[in-house]
């Protein structure tokens, strides 16, 4: 009696399930248990480089323009007259000739008005009409620049001032010159600051994109040779 071991589609404990097509390209290559992860390489400089110089750009020039404007608030603040007198009235003023002392005179009407000083004090120092007319505010009240004071020696000096409006009110100040405010030389200097900020901020946006270009070409270069 002969038996069929011939070959059985089925198995000893069932069919068996269906069978997975092959890879088309064969295999996929699995990372060894040694191999280190591929980490993103870096590219340098960082973009942070033209964010901080135009930073630096802006606050440069903020800075100059805080000081100009400090500069303009403290000398208005200085010139301007603390105390006022009446038309008509003799008044005793402190004058020193470091100070640039100056008469001004609030009048919204723009009254005529004359000033001299009395007795000896006529004698010491001297009124000049300024070139130019200034004007100053302190709060509220308009003070428009009246008369310089041409003063030799600190002292004390008698002072008469009149106008054709009753209202008018005079005070005594300072002048407002290159000493009290910036000068052409200082506020260049200042300026030249913000522009040279400016300028590199505009040299490293730049120079940063080229030189990460290049670095991304050495890093290729680099990748396709190992």
């Not at 609030?106 to 007795?119: I, K, R, T, V, Y």
């Not at 200082?186 to 590199?200: C, H, T, Y």
């Not at 030189?211 to 890093?219: G, N, V």
Request: glycine share 10%; charged share 15%.
């Amino acid at each position: 009696m002969s038996h069929d071991f011939g070959t059985s589609t089925a198995g000893a404990y069932g069919a068996p399930g269906p069978t997975p097509p092959a890879h088309p390209y064969g295999t996929p290559a699995s990372p060894g248990p040694g191999s280190p992860p591929r980490t993103k390489t870096k590219v340098k400089p960082s973009l942070g480089w033209i964010a901080g110089a135009w930073l630096l750009a802006v606050l440069s020039a903020g800075a100059v323009v805080a000081v100009a404007i400090g500069n303009a608030f403290g000398a208005v603040d200085d010139a301007t007259p603390s105390s006022s007198f009446a038309s008509y009235e003799t008044v005793t003023v402190r004058l020193d000739p470091e100070d640039d002392p100056a008469v001004y005179v609030s009048d919204p009407e723009e009254s005529l008005f004359n000033c001299a000083f009395q007795g000896d004090s006529a004698q010491r120092a001297q009124l000049v009409e300024p070139a130019v007319i200034t004007t100053i505010g302190d709060e509220g009240t308009r003070w428009r620049l009246g008369r310089l004071i041409d003063v030799e020696q600190a002292g004390d000096y008698q002072l008469l001032c009149v106008a054709n409006n009753s209202a008018a009110r005079f005070g005594m100040g300072r002048q407002l010159s290159d000493d009290s405010l910036l000068s052409v030389k200082s506020f260049l200097i200042l300026a030249a600051v913000p522009v040279a900020g400016f300028l590199l901020a505009i040299i490293v946006t730049i120079v940063v994109p080229v030189k990460r270009s290049r670095a991304r070409k050495r890093a290729g270069q680099l990748t396709q040779a190992n």
